[in-house]
């Protein structure tokens, strides 16, 4: 595919027609020269719809480990034998103190993760509490993961100020039974429904390099469009000792850093006017070349993961100043349904 189809692609997602399968598919296979290509054109919807503005997203791993479902790339999964940690579930302070960590490392959103099939009631209650009182003393937008959703449990959530619920598809659907087989795609698609019928945004994404194809890939986008994502997190694996993808040899480790940015260009195509964010697995899969991916994402996590360390938020302050992007935060008395617009000037920006 060439420089001036790359730039119809372009053209075309900022008026609002996104990739087609066969697009999507033929950008992936882009050679190593056209690049630098592709990640321009991506630049363009992006700085259309989001300036050069970052949104920094910030980790609270609230309950760990045990868990009874399988994913194969989770280490907190209790089917395995890992390293994790085994926690309970926090208190309300200390995910409320989470957030305030989270404040001051410039985040516009924080995630609250949980590690479990479904929110208990009482697991519920301390999420609910915890978000009115972030709400009340913090601007700041908020995110719960917290499994699978009934329509009840998901009306408390957006009743109590969570802005966004997070439930990832993972992988394409052909390629889902290969992952996980305590649940499945199905059961995924419908809490991320539910959750947005509840009136919350949905963020939901998937891993890169789990031993899936390029078509798998593409599917992935495809089902997350369906869905519509509000937010695409895109991780790249990198296994975890004791789970089964750490044991398969068909997986490349790690991931070529030029596919991932080719994977992050086809999502922002894909996505034009979403948060597209580059999640887990960055470190360690783009290495050198992550300042690159600013160029097609909107957001990024900072200090870490669930069960792995990343970039500290001073190390990324300064990437994104380095690249000549800024930091966007929530603008005070701000909610994230009523976000003004990409080229409003009222959301505040920080430089490192």
Same mark, same amino acid.
């Given at each position: 595919m060439n420089a001036i189809t790359m730039k119809l692609l372009a053209e075309r997602a900022i008026a609002g027609e996104p990739l087609a399968r066969e697009e999507a598919r033929a950008l992936l296979d882009t050679s190593d020269d056209n690049l630098l290509t592709l990640l321009d054109a991506a630049f363009s919807v992006r700085r259309h719809f989001h300036g050069k503005r970052v949104r920094i997203h910030v980790l609270e791993n609230a309950k760990s480990g045990a868990c009874p479902e399988d994913c194969g790339f989770c280490s907190q999964s209790s089917h395995y034998e890992t390293p994790a940690e085994v926690y309970p579930m926090e208190s309300v302070e200390q995910i409320v103190e989470g957030a305030r960590r989270a404040k001051a490392a410039h985040a516009w959103k924080y995630c609250i993760v949980t590690a479990t099939t479904a929110p208990s009631r009482r697991d519920l209650e301390v999420?609910?509490?915890?978000?009115?009182? =972030?709400?009340?003393? @913090? &601007?700041?937008?908020? /995110?719960?993961?917290?499994? #699978?959703? $009934?329509?009840?449990?998901?009306?408390?959530?957006?009743?109590?100020?969570?802005?966004?619920?997070?439930?990832?598809?993972e992988t394409g659907p052909e390629h889902f039974a290969k992952i996980v087989s305590t649940h499945t795609f199905?059961?995924?698609?419908?809490?991320?429904?539910?959750?947005?019928?509840?009136?919350?945004?949905?963020?939901?994404?998937?891993?890169?390099?789990?031993?899936?194809?390029?078509?798998?890939?593409?599917?992935?986008?495809?089902?997350?469009?369906?869905?519509?994502?509000?937010?695409?997190?895109?991780?790249?694996?990198?296994?975890?000792?004791?789970?089964?993808?750490?044991?398969?040899?068909? =997986?490349?480790?790690? @991931? &070529?850093?030029?596919? /991932?940015?080719?994977?992050? #260009?086809? $999502?922002?195509?894909?996505?034009?006017?979403?948060?597209?964010?580059?999640?887990?697995?960055?470190?360690?899969?783009?290495?050198?070349?992550?300042p690159l991916a600013l160029y097609a994402v909107n957001s990024i996590f900072t200090n870490g993961y669930l069960t792995t360390p990343g970039s500290q938020a001073s190390a990324d302050h300064q990437m994104i100043l380095d690249a000549g992007f800024e930091i966007e935060e929530v603008a005070p008395g701000t909610h994230l349904h009523e976000r003004p617009s990409a080229r409003s000037p009222s959301v505040t920006t920080t430089a490192p």
């Open positions: 999420i609910c509490e915890a978000t009115r009182r =972030i709400k009340a003393e @913090l &601007d700041l937008t908020v /995110c719960a993961s917290l499994g #699978a959703l $009934t329509e009840a449990k998901a009306a408390e959530l957006a009743a109590a100020g969570v802005d966004r619920f997070n439930h990832n598809l199905a059961d995924r698609q419908a809490t991320a429904r539910m959750a947005k019928q509840a009136g919350m945004d949905i963020c939901s994404g998937g891993i890169i390099g789990m031993g899936e194809s390029k078509d798998d890939v593409v599917d992935l986008l495809l089902a997350l469009r369906e869905i519509d994502a509000d937010s695409v997190p895109v991780n790249f694996l990198d296994p975890r000792p004791g789970t089964p993808l750490s044991k398969l040899g068909i =997986i490349r480790r790690p @991931l &070529d850093p030029r596919y /991932c940015l080719k994977v992050l #260009a086809v $999502t922002r195509l894909m996505f034009p006017s979403q948060d597209v964010r580059v999640a887990g697995g960055r470190e360690v899969n783009l290495r050198s070349l992550t």
